[in-house]
């Protein structure tokens, strides 16, 4: 029913920027949270950032604070995430996620998931 759809990821060298977006073919009936998660390579999944689709709070992981911007547009029911000065550390398989019940909450606080796109920032 609910589907979310990533893309914009791809291959940056060190300080580059990326934009992700994500689109939802329907209404998530409920939670009030986007957000996107991250997975690098023998890690487990971790939260980058969300956001409260009403009020427009956002929220973010230590590590991108000041570097990534979570967005949205109502209009295309779509989320986005801006990374700038991005490093190598920030490689990974990036996840949209929708129905989240909590502001800035884990895994399993989220209803809906993306297939995910490849972020890859080379050194």
């Known amino acids: 029913q609910v589907q979310l759809v990533e893309s914009g990821g791809g291959l940056v060298q060190v300080g580059g920027s990326l934009r992700l977006s994500c689109a939802a073919s329907?209404?998530?009936?409920?939670?009030?949270?986007r957000g996107w998660f991250r997975q690098a390579p023998g890690k487990e999944r971790e939260p980058v950032a969300s956001?409260?689709?009403?009020?427009?709070?956002?929220f973010y992981a230590d590590s991108v604070k000041g570097r990534f911007t979570i967005s949205r547009d109502s209009a295309k029911n779509t989320v986005y995430l801006q990374m700038n000065s991005l490093r190598p550390d920030d490689t990974a398989i990036y996840y949209c996620?929708?129905?989240?019940?909590?502001?800035?909450?884990?895994?399993?606080?989220?209803?809906?998931w993306g297939q995910g796109t490849q972020v890859t920032v080379s050194a």
């Open positions: 996620a929708g129905g989240g019940r909590v502001a800035f909450g884990p895994v399993r606080s989220y209803a809906y």
């Open positions: 329907g209404r998530i009936p409920s939670g009030y949270f």
């Open positions: 956001i409260n689709w009403n009020t427009l709070d956002t």
